[in-house]
């Protein structure tokens, strides 16, 4: 029994080692983010001498931060809220109506899942142009609401099926209508899935790269982080400390996040891997 | 009667109101780009000219009749593929194994290894740029190491490794997760009983453990099996498919062909056979799926 125990003391030093080196790229680039060049040049493994914020202050400015930050929020949240609210009226009433048109727009409205994006990127490109949702960042939040629909439709169907009839038919009684009756008695109950959709999907639109690529790359007014950082980069790619600044900027909003949501983000991740 | 008609009526026009919205934002994502798609792989088109030329099957003889840009990208793509899944799947097995093993630092252990899958792909592609051009210099000189002086991105051998060795960085947290998940459905009074019967810990592992984690490796699999097909954004900022276009995965090609070649049609074409693969695999795995299920 104590070499058992010591074993696993053992294990677990050598696993929080491994964990480390693990982490070691991220911590280096935030290292080098708050030195001068001339250090990172010297030395990449160093402690910074000084603490170089200027840097922080100079991307902050050039790629103007708040803009992006502000960009983000706006296509993530405005995309979240379609899918959300769309996908789960459309899969209540799917699942809840037995009939050869109902499942086959189920299967419609999953099937797209498999379209790989690079089959559609330059059509719906043009398509997007024509119906002015291109170079705008509400155009691209309202794109979402189709490309995060399948696997949104696909985990509350499966959901709702599991809550029974009953509880709308008692609803129903009461004279409350269709609408009512989805948004004060099923909706509510929907939160857990709604939480696991959020945060699959948030993660997901919040770092998308080649739509927004495509989107709102024309103007550094509609930009998103990552494509703020994939052109920073380009532009400054021999100073080192200013791209680890802008790459330290455009992640530490999702670590900030996950440190404090972490048991969340994690369970709603495995759940929608498990569901989906 | 009437009323009743009525009252279905009623219902028809609600059905519409709650499922219309979402078939219109699906059909305008998914739908009609792609079937416009499929008319432009039919086409000569770079974008440029004013309407695209019809010509039939040209496109696709042409793939098949030897484009070597995509032959290596689809040998690039199956033997990334093939050996990002192993890999992933051998070490989250591994590493959730090991956490599963009730260690003090069980929970900030798996936050650690989950922290690269919230990261944006490009981002990590270029973290890891960073880290073989300047990090390793660094290192090299510090331990002398002759594995740090090694050209990690200049070398189209290792460029591949580079690509493999990062994407499993990024995305090792996620599978993680889902294994201990896996494991925590296995009853401990199973392991329990093995371990009375004498099974060491190997063979505890390789006949109760890993048969019972059977659901939790399927899904893994087909999960990690369909993110290698579309491997794009960590190679677009790691290699930028250098050195000497060693490194373009089918996605890559395809991207090079529309956007960087203006070949519209084309590229499209290529993308077409790209979900012509996509869509058999998917069936392949689904029957797999089926079959299990009723042989539970």
């Not at chain 1, 696993?15 to 990172?40: D, G, H, R, T």
């Not at chain 1, 708040?66 to 009226?89: D, E, K, M, W």
């Not at chain 2, 998940?181 to 505890?204: C, I, N, Y």
């Amino acid at each position: 029994m104590k070499n058992k125990r010591r074993a696993l003391n053992l294990l677990e030093i050598a696993m929080i080692i491994i964990a480390f080196v693990f982490l070691y790229p991220i911590l280096l680039v935030l290292i080098n983010s708050l030195k001068s060049f001339q250090e990172v040049m010297m030395d990449v493994i160093a402690l910074p001498k000084a603490l170089a914020f200027e840097n922080y202050s100079y991307v902050w400015q050039y790629i103007n931060y708040p803009r992006l930050f502000l960009n983000n929020v706006v296509i993530t949240g405005l995309g979240l809220a379609g899918i959300v609210f769309f996908s789960a009226i459309a899969a209540y009433k799917l699942s809840r109506t037995r009939s050869r048109i109902s499942t086959v727009i189920y299967f419609l409205c999953i099937m797209p899942m498999l379209i790989p994006f690079q089959s559609i990127m330059v059509t719906l490109l043009k398509l997007a142009k024509m119906l002015h949702l291109s170079d705008s960042i509400w155009g691209l939040g309202i794109q979402y609401w189709g490309f995060g629909a399948p696997l949104a439709v696909f985990i509350y169907h499966g959901f709702i099926k599991g809550i029974p009839r009953e509880i709308d038919e008692s609803a129903m009684m009461d004279g409350a209508s269709s609408f009512r009756t989805f948004f004060s008695v099923i909706f509510p109950l929907l939160k857990p899935v709604t939480a696991t959709i959020v945060i699959i999907q948030g993660m997901w639109i919040w770092n998308d790269f080649l739509l927004p690529l495509l989107m709102v790359n024309g103007s550094t007014e509609t930009k998103t982080l990552t494509l703020a950082a994939y052109t920073f980069v380009g532009q400054y790619n021999t100073d080192w400390q200013y791209t680890m600044t802008a790459l330290m900027m455009a992640v530490l909003p999702s670590i900030i996040l996950f440190i404090f949501m972490q048991k969340h983000i994690v369970k709603g991740v495995t759940a929608g891997a498990v569901k989906g | 009667m009437n009323k009743l008609f009525g009252r279905n009526k009623l219902s028809r026009i609600e059905f519409g109101l709650f499922t219309l919205p979402v078939l219109l934002c699906v059909a305008f994502a998914f739908y009609v780009p792609f079937f416009m798609s499929m008319m432009y792989s039919l086409t000569e088109w770079n974008g440029i000219a004013k309407s695209p030329t019809f010509i039939g099957l040209d496109n696709f003889r042409q793939i098949f009749s030897g484009d070597a840009n995509f032959t290596a990208a689809s040998l690039f793509t199956v033997k990334y593929s093939f050996l990002y899944i192993i890999l992933i799947n051998v070490f989250a097995i591994l590493i959730a194994v090991i956490l599963d093993q009730k260690l003090k630092s069980a929970s900030f252990l798996r936050a650690a290894f989950f922290i690269p899958y919230i990261l944006s792909l490009v981002v990590v592609g270029f973290i890891w740029k960073f880290i073989f051009m300047q990090g390793f210099n660094s290192f090299s000189e510090l331990t002398g190491w002759g594995i740090f002086e090694l050209s990690w991105l200049g070398d189209p051998k290792l460029a591949f490794y580079s690509v493999l060795i990062v994407s499993v960085w990024q995305s090792i947290g996620f599978y993680i997760v889902i294994y201990i998940a896996g494991l925590q459905s296995v009853p401990q009074e199973m392991l329990e009983a093995a371990t009375v019967d004498g099974a060491g810990p190997f063979k505890r592992f390789f006949n109760v453990t890993l048969p019972l984690l059977a659901p939790a490796i399927t899904i893994s699999l087909f999960l990690s099996l369909t993110n290698a097909i579309k491997i794009f954004d960590v190679i677009l900022s790691l290699t930028g498919g250098g050195p000497g276009g060693t490194t373009y995965s089918v996605a890559y090609d395809i991207y090079r062909d529309t956007f960087q070649n203006n070949l519209y049609g084309y590229g499209t074409a290529k993308a077409l056979l790209l979900f012509l693969v996509v869509l058999v695999i998917t069936i392949v795995q689904l029957t797999y799926f089926k079959r299990r299920e009723v042989e539970n």
